[in-house]
T-cell receptor
Framework: EPEVTQTPSHQVTQMGQEVILRCVPI?????FYWYRQILGQKVEFLVS????????KSEIFDDQFSVERPDGSNFTLKIRSTKLEDSAMYFC?????????????FGPGTRLTVL | KNEVEQSPQNLTAQEGEFITINCSYS?????LHWLQQHPGGGIVSLFM???GKKKHGRLIATINIQEKHSSLHITASHPRDSAVYIC?????????FGAGTILRVKS
C-alpha cells in the first residue's frame, strides 16, 4: 500500500542552524501539507501546497519557513534559523484532491530537537 | 476561526466496553476527520465524513451537521485500541485539530 515517507526520523540541531525536513508524498497525490505538534499539544497546520505554490499558510509559517517540491517527488520544509520553540514533531501529509473531499495520508513524522 | 473541542480528554475502559468519544466544532465545515495517533507518534486516518454515519470493523463514526457534533464509537474495545483519537475538521484547505482523547483499554 502506498505511503508517505519522511526523513530523517529524528533531527537534532543547534539554535540558529538551518534544517531541511524531507517528505515523499504518495505518487499520484496533488496536495501536500506540513503540520507540527509540540510535545503535549495539539497538531497545528503550517502550510498547504498545490500546483507548485503555497495555497494556504498559518501564522506560524513566517519568513523563517519555506517549502519546495524540488524534483517532482520530494516535498521539503526548510527552517532557516531554528529557535528553541521550533522543537516539535513535524508531519507531512498528502491528498489526492482538496481536503474538503479527500482523506489526508500522514507520514510517520520527523522529531526536531533544537538545542 | 474554527475551534474543535473533544471530550473526554482521557478515557480508561475495560476490555470489551463500548466507548464513545465526542467532538464539537464552532463553524460550518465541509468534512470531519477522525484520526488515530499511536504512542510512537504516527497518525492514521480512520474516517472522513461529511454526513450521516460510517462503519469500519468495530469503529463507527457519526456526524450531525446541524448540531456541529460528531462521535466516534468503538465496540468491544480491546487493549490494542489504546491510542490518542483526534478529531479534525476541514477548514479552507487545511485541517484544524482537536486536542485528542487519550484512550487506555485495560485487559
Amino acid at each position: 500500500e502506498p505511503e508517505v515517507t519522511q526523513t530523517p526520523s529524528h533531527q537534532v540541531t543547534q539554535m540558529g542552524q538551518e534544517v531541511i525536513l524531507r517528505c515523499v508524498p504518495i505518487s499520484n497525490h496533488l496536495y501536500f501539507y506540513w503540520y507540527r505538534q509540540i510535545l503535549g499539544q495539539k497538531v497545528e497546520f503550517l502550510v498547504s501546497f498545490y500546483n507548485n505554490e503555497i495555497s494556504e499558510k498559518s501564522e506560524i509559517f513566517d519568513d523563517q519557513f519555506s517549502v519546495e517540491r524540488p524534483d517532482g517527488s520530494n516535498f521539503t520544509l526548510k527552517i532557516r534559523s531554528t529557535k528553541l520553540e521550533d522543537s516539535a514533531m513535524y508531519f507531512c501529509a498528502s491528498s489526492e484532491g482538496t481536503t474538503s473531499y479527500n482523506e489526508q495520508f500522514f507520514g510517520p513524522g520527523t522529531r526536531l530537537t533544537v538545542l | 476561526k474554527n475551534e474543535v473541542e473533544q471530550s473526554p480528554q482521557n478515557l480508561t475502559a475495560q476490555e470489551g466496553e463500548f466507548i464513545t468519544i465526542n467532538c464539537s466544532y464552532s463553524v460550518g465545515i465541509s468534512a470531519l476527520h477522525w484520526l488515530q495517533q499511536h504512542p510512537g507518534g504516527g497518525i492514521v486516518s480512520l474516517f472522513m465524513l461529511s454526513s450521516g454515519k460510517k462503519k469500519h470493523g468495530r469503529l463507527i463514526a457519526t456526524i450531525n451537521i446541524q448540531e456541529k457534533h460528531s462521535s466516534l464509537h468503538i465496540t468491544a474495545s480491546h487493549p490494542r485500541d489504546s491510542a490518542v483519537y483526534i478529531c479534525a475538521v476541514t477548514y479552507g484547505n487545511k485541517l484544524v485539530f482537536g486536542a485528542g482523547t487519550i484512550l487506555r483499554v485495560k485487559s
